[in-house]
């Protein structure tokens, strides 16, 4: 796998719509054993997207925030726009890819999936395991988007949205069942917010009172609601949300250990040496050369 060297900055791909779709939001492909062969897929990059593919049969590994998947057959992945992909190689795929942008959700009428649990990712996940029922109802919803999808016209977009919202809210399900959510409540949603403002905020904020202010909050409010909610303490959600950035740059980029100190506001590189081995163990240089080896 290629990495990044020196000052090279992890690239954002954006979203591209297909203009004879008729959609310029929304975008479905389906590949019946192609070589999947995009260059810049093969660097570790960010997409500005949402990205849901269902794998009928792809060979091979790729990567997400450091994490390996082995592609297995009728299962579907899925990632969010914050998360660092990268491919090991282009291989032929049997496969369906869904993408749909940001500006998608921020219309009015989409406004429901934005609170889901697949959209909201609050486990950091991307892949769901699927049963031979799954399997059935995902290639319908699939097949009826790709029929919208080739017929341009008034009612495209409304038609989209609706098969969408169907597919996104059995996706998301399934997301609750294998990744443990809690059913929704006010505390809940409390839970919900905070870890939206310390995706927003993490690399300028590393403390509970600050989000707390930012949520009209009393520290000590939030941390025992977060705590009854997620079973552990507020400051550990904004800690692990450093370490997991930090372990993205350590992991894709050839970075200083100065110059990702830094970017995640750290204002000595001495104290984030030793925040990251407290958080995890190692030093930051031990991370990089021990996650490493695993291409050698």
Not at 260 to 268: C, E, N, R, T
Request: aromatic share 10%.
């Amino acid at each position: 796998m290629n990495m990044f060297h020196g000052q090279q900055l992890v690239p954002v791909h954006p979203f591209k719509p297909d203009e004879a779709s008729g959609s310029k939001l929304l975008t479905i492909v389906r590949s019946e054993g192609e070589l999947a062969y995009e260059a810049d897929m093969l660097l570790p990059h960010r997409k500005a997207y949402y990205l849901l593919v269902f794998v009928r049969h792809s060979p091979g590994c790729h990567w997400v925030d450091a994490m390996p998947y082995v592609r297995q057959d009728n299962t579907l992945y899925f990632t969010v726009p914050r998360q660092m992909l990268v491919k090991e190689e282009a291989v032929p795929s049997w496969s369906t890819h869904l993408t749909f942008s940001e500006e998608f959700l921020a219309l009015q009428q989409n406004a429901a999936l934005r609170t889901l649990p697949l959209i909201q990712n609050p486990h950091n996940g991307h892949q769901l395991n699927l049963t031979a029922a799954d399997t059935a109802f995902i290639e319908e919803q699939l097949l009826k988007l790709e029929a919208e999808y080739r017929r341009p016209g008034e009612w495209q977009h409304r038609m989209l949205s609706a098969h969408l919202t169907v597919l996104l809210t059995y996706l998301s399900r399934l997301y609750t069942e294998q990744y443990a959510s809690q059913a929704p409540s006010a505390d809940h949603l409390l839970l919900r917010t905070f870890r939206a403002k310390i995706e927003e905020c993490f690399r300028e904020r590393h403390e509970v009172g600050a989000y707390a202010e930012l949520l009209h909050l009393s520290a000590g409010h939030l941390s025992e609601v977060v705590k009854a909610q997620s079973g552990k303490p507020a400051i550990k959600h904004i800690h692990e949300r450093l370490v997991l950035e930090a372990r993205r740059l350590l992991f894709y980029t050839s970075d200083s250990l100065k110059e990702i100190a830094f970017s995640l506001g750290f204002a000595d590189a001495s104290y984030f040496n030793r925040f990251f081995k407290r958080e995890t163990g190692r030093t930051p240089a031990e991370y990089r050369s021990s996650a490493r080896k695993m291409y050698q």
